[in-house]
């Protein structure tokens, strides 16, 4: 069973540059959440995507957008990158619905590095 | 909002003998959970024990095991008979709400080294 996974594993981009991230979420699950860990800090709650829709939303601006695929996979798109960008970027999935009781599991993340 | 606070950056144990991680969080809620992750330098993030709030008993996987002080708002994690293998960064995490609110709001994390 694979669980979940992203892609890719490190990226390099220039300031004012726009990426994509991607995620798979584990089978079985239907919801994905992104989260960006700056170096020697915990994990900030980016959004989450239920359904093909952002659910709920942290304190990030605009430039950081996303979207949700029938297959519930999930893309983390960052436009006008800044150099505070640069930061290890979490999916976690879980499935929604059935009790509180459902755990995230979490990807290994995409390393972007904004020079 | 809820916050999760944790205040030893760094903690060191050597092989075999017990550690004790702190975590305090902030909420206004009374239904909610609460988890320690761990964090190799794999980077993937690595669920180690979970507690709902409602439930008076400790939580307790193997060789790890919680104090829960609801009224304190404390839950500290206690890892006995520690292995190298246990060396990482912690993360103590909240969690309210059910479904598509079940965001996770986390702490700083400590650095977690065992030594022989």
């Not at chain 2, 144990?13 to 190799?40: G, H």
Request: charged share 15%.
């Amino acid at each position: 069973d694979a669980g979940v996974t992203q892609s890719p594993t490190h990226l390099i981009k220039t300031r004012g540059q726009q990426v994509t991230l991607r995620c798979s979420p584990k089978s079985g699950h239907d919801t994905v959440s992104w989260y960006q860990q700056a170096l020697g800090q915990g994990p900030q709650f980016i959004f989450q995507y239920y359904e093909e829709e952002e659910r709920q939303r942290g304190n990030f601006p605009d430039r950081f957008s996303g979207h949700q695929f029938p297959n519930y996979s999930s893309e983390l798109n960052v436009n006008a990158l800044l150099l505070g960008d640069s930061a290890l970027y979490l999916c976690a999935s879980s499935l929604v619905g059935i009790t509180m009781n459902t755990e995230a599991f979490f990807g290994q993340g995409t390393r972007l590095t904004v020079v | 909002a809820q916050t999760v606070t944790q205040s030893q950056p760094e903690m060191s144990v050597q092989e075999a003998e017990t550690v004790t991680l702190s975590c305090t969080y902030d909420t206004s809620e009374s239904d909610y959970y609460l988890f320690w992750y761990k964090q190799p330098p794999s980077r993937q993030m690595i669920l180690v024990i979970r507690q709902e709030a409602y439930k008076q008993q400790n939580a307790t996987e193997n060789r790890f095991s919680v104090n829960f002080q609801k009224a304190a708002k404390s839950f500290s994690l206690k890892i006995s008979d520690s292995q190298l293998g246990d060396a990482a960064m912690y993360f103590c995490a909240y969690r309210s709400g059910t479904g598509t609110a079940s965001k996770l709001t986390f702490g700083t994390g400590t650095r977690l080294q065992v030594t022989l």
